[in-house]
Each structure stands twice: as structure tokens, then as C-alpha cells.
């Protein structure tokens, strides 16, 4: 496998490799530049979460803030500093019509996407893992699909259904599959062995959706990959790391007594982040 070989080609050949060794690729949601570098130096796929990026750059819940020139110029940004590695970008509803969502996969696959995620929902949309979602109807969101599938060139394309019934799932990801698609997703699942129906019930890889507080009950990599996962996306680990970290760093400051020099970073923190942008300058000089 060579740099020469489309970004959506190599992601299409690790879910096969995934699948042909019955193992989980696992795809690190990201919110930043930042956080995708640290990731990128553990994880070779990488998943631009909307609900991260979202709450980077607007502030904002995952309820349809973000744009699609968000995307663009994210991935852009990303592929330029991570030239070898999957990114999977999510692109929510395809921001509009079956016209709309072609144009918005076809412009991120030349930024460098390698994979999208086109969700059945209608609007106003919300995160995977919260309740009081709507879905367009199957011929309707078919129609999107279809249209991205026809205007792609080698980007993988992931057919997610938010339906909560386990028969609509089902049908869902079949009409997926027969369209096309290469891979299905059913987000916000709370029984593991719906994953193992949905893996009986297509041929191509399945992916599965986990985020911190959400829905899917706890579980490991081999469960999910004994159910039939193919892909593992974890949403969102970045973002509520980092707020986890900087609500407890912005608590040492409040301390009129702290050790400024301590609560601000050590030397070692300060060594590291310089090494980590500096080697991103190094990579960005040499793709």
C-alpha cells in the first residue's frame, strides 16, 4: 500500500484487512489540529466528529451549527500536516439536498477526505446519542446516497441510520448496502446483539458509534468486534479529555496561592507540546 493509492482507497483496504483478520479499526474522534496530531501519533485513522468540532469552533451543541466550509477547511488542514493517515470526516445530513450533500463529499475527497459519514436524519438534527432525533423518509435520504456515491471517486462512504426500531434499522442498512454504500453504521444503539443482526443482515463492513455518556452500554474492542464490528469510532475522547484537563488546570489557578509556574505547565509539558508542532512542521515540509 503506497502514498500513491487514494486516501479512500487505503481506508476501503484496512476495513478489508479488518474484516478478512476479524479485528476493529479504530477511528479517534478529533476537534482540532492539535488533538489530531497527538491521536495521529497512536491511532492511523482518525474521525473529524461534528459534534467536536462544533464545540471547538462555535461553542455550540451538535445540533446543525457547524458548516460544511467548517469541513473543508479542517480537513484541509488535516490532510496537509497527517498525509498518510484515514480520515473519516462527518458530514452530518450532507447540509441540504441530494445535491447539496454530492457537492459537500465530492469537495471534501479532494481536500483529502477519505471516508464520509452521511446520517438519515432530518432537521433540526442532533447528536446520535441523544433522544428526540427525526429521520427523513427511506426514499428521501436514498436519494442523497445515491447521489454521493455517484459523484464520489474512491471516497468510502458510510450509510448511518438514527432509527431506533430494530426492523426500520435493519430495513435501513439493507437499502443502504443495495445502494451502494460502503460500509453501514446504526448510531445510538443500547443492545449489542442488534449489531450482530445488522451483521447478519448485510455483506458490507459495519461500523459502530461509541461516545462517553451515550447510549451503547459498556463494552470493550472485543466485544464489539465478536458482534461483528468492522470500524470502531470513538466520537468524542479528545474533546472531553481536554475539558476535563482545563477545568482542572483553570481550578489550580484560582488559587491566589498556587505555584503560577506549576499550575501553568511543567518544563516536560512544555518540551512535549513544542516537539509535537514542531514535527508537524517537519511533516507538512516533507508531504
Not at 466528529?49 to 467548517?70: M, Q, R
Not at 427525526?134 to 454521493?148: C, D, G, H, R, T
Request: hydrophobic fraction near 45%; aromatic fraction near 4%; proline fraction near 4%.
Amino acid at each position: 500500500m503506497t502514498l500513491a493509492t487514494s486516501a479512500g482507497q487505503r481506508l476501503r483496504q484496512a476495513l478489508e484487512l479488518a474484516a478478512d483478520q476479524h479485528k476493529i479499526l479504530p477511528f479517534v474522534g478529533i476537534y482540532a489540529l492539535f488533538s489530531a496530531s497527538l491521536a495521529a501519533d497512536r491511532f492511523e485513522a482518525l474521525f473529524l466528529s461534528g459534534f467536536g468540532l462544533a464545540a471547538s469552533a462555535y461553542g455550540l451543541p451538535d445540533i446543525g451549527f457547524i458548516s460544511w466550509g467548517d469541513l473543508t477547511t479542517t480537513t484541509s488542514r488535516m490532510r496537509a500536516l497527517l498525509p498518510s493517515h484515514h480520515l473519516l470526516v462527518d458530514i452530518d445530513d450532507g447540509f441540504g439536498d441530494a445535491n447539496m450533500a454530492s457537492h459537500v463529499a465530492r469537495t471534501l475527497e479532494r481536500c483529502g477526505a477519505s471516508g464520509v459519514v452521511l446520517e438519515d436524519q432530518a432537521r433540526p438534527r442532533r447528536c446520535g446519542h441523544l433522544d428526540g432525533k427525526q429521520l427523513l423518509p427511506l426514499p428521501e435520504y436514498l436519494s442523497k446516497l445515491e447521489a454521493v456515491l455517484a459523484d464520489r471517486r474512491s471516497l468510502v462512504v458510510v450509510g448511518r441510520t438514527d432509527a431506533s426500531d430494530p426492523q426500520e434499522i435493519l430495513t435501513r442498512v439493507q437499502a443502504f448496502e443495495q445502494a451502494g454504500c460502503d460500509a453501514v453504521l446504526a448510531d445510538g444503539l443500547k443492545d449489542l446483539d442488534l449489531i450482530a443482526q445488522i451483521r447478519d443482515a448485510v455483506t458490507c463492513p459495519v461500523l459502530s458509534n461509541v461516545i462517553g455518556g451515550g447510549k451503547v452500554p459498556p463494552c470493550s474492542r472485543a466485544d464489539l468486534a465478536g458482534h461483528g464490528v468492522q470500524g470502531l469510532i470513538y466520537s468524542t475522547p479528545c474533546l472531553f479529555a481536554a475539558q476535563g484537563a482545563i477545568e482542572q488546570a483553570l481550578d489550580d489557578l484560582s488559587d491566589a496561592a498556587a505555584d503560577l509556574s506549576g499550575a501553568l505547565a511543567s518544563p516536560r509539558q512544555l518540551s512535549h507540546c513544542n516537539a509535537v508542532l514542531q514535527a508537524n512542521l517537519k511533516r507538512a515540509r516533507e508531504a
